[in-house]
């Protein structure tokens, strides 16, 4: 049995001994994660790294509960999911979490404004005006009060990623999870999209955990994760961040 890991201060986020495993049950049973523990608290900037494969998309899916742990517990703000039901779950996700996506998952037939307002649209129907006030907030946080009216077709990669932002940052979480967000996104484009993380980050204290490739990027955040073949094999505060 390995020891409980120390819970910190103002944790948003802790993970003890995740395991999760695909095809159980099956002759293509496969353990992809195997026992991580982590910890985010609030205003934590993170880059988690690794190599392909290494089971990064997978991690943020469960501390996204957009699947759960094969075994070891997720908490989210000091709550324990493992034997939440769907609805707990749902619930508990949109209150915590906001996720961007490598692809931004837009509504192509929705504006940019509406496309913000969503999570709120799906939290309580027809937006209140505080609502819209905060959509257009966020969208000037972004760079992008001008192209609210706009449809996502009518925008740049690097300005529809940064809707996709305003998007999950609407529902004011407390921990913001991104995706491989420039994957898709050159290197400037890429660049400026972190510049938005650095800044929402000291802005909104959100903890964030950002997947990247590149190195520069995940050596500006103040911590690295390092994950290989399902392990956390580093976890180093980075002497070079801002
Ligand atoms: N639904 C699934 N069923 C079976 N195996 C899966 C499933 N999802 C992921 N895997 C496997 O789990 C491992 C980790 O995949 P994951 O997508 O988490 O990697 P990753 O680190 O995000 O890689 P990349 O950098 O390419 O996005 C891979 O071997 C993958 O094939
Ligand atoms: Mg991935």
């Known amino acids: ?23 159980v049950g099956t002759p293509l049973e496969t353990e992809v994660l195997h026992g991580i523990d982590l910890s985010l608290c609030r205003g934590e900037l993170a880059a988690l790294i690794g190599p392909s494969g290494s089971g990064k998309s997978t991690l943020l899916n469960l501390i996204g509960l957009l699947d759960a742990p094969s075994s070891g517990e997720l908490y989210l703000l000091g709550q324990a999911t493992r034997d939440s039901d769907d609805e707990a779950r749902t619930r508990l996700r949109n209150q915590v979490i906001g996720f961007v996506f490598q692809f931004h998952h837009l509504i192509s037939a929705f504006s940019v404004l509406e496309n913000v307002l969503m999570p709120l649209m799906i939290r309580h129907g027809k937006p209140s005006s505080a609502d819209i006030e905060l959509a257009r907030g966020l969208l000037d946080e972004v760079g992008l009060s001008a192209f609210a009216d706009k449809k996502p077709t009518q925008i740049s990669g690097g300005q529809q990623q940064r809707v996709a932002i305003a998007r999950a940052l609407v529902t004011r979480p407390p921990l913001l999870l991104a995706d491989e967000p420039t994957g898709n996104l050159d290197t400037r484009t890429a660049q400026s999209v972190f510049e938005l993380f ?3 980050n000291a802005q ?9 490739h590149d190195p520069r990027l995940a050596a500006d955040c103040a911590r690295t994760i390092q994950l290989v073949d399902g392990l956390v094999v580093s976890d180093e505060a980075n002497p070079s961040s801002r």
Do not use: Y
Request: overall charge positive; charged content about 25%; some cysteine.
């Open 198 to 200: 650095h800044r929402i």
């Open 204 to 212: 909104f204290g959100c903890a964030v955990l950002v997947v990247t």
């Open 1 to 23: 049995m390995s020891e409980p890991t120390i819970k910190r201060a103002g944790e948003v986020l802790r993970l003890d001994q995740v395991r999760k495993a695909f095809n």
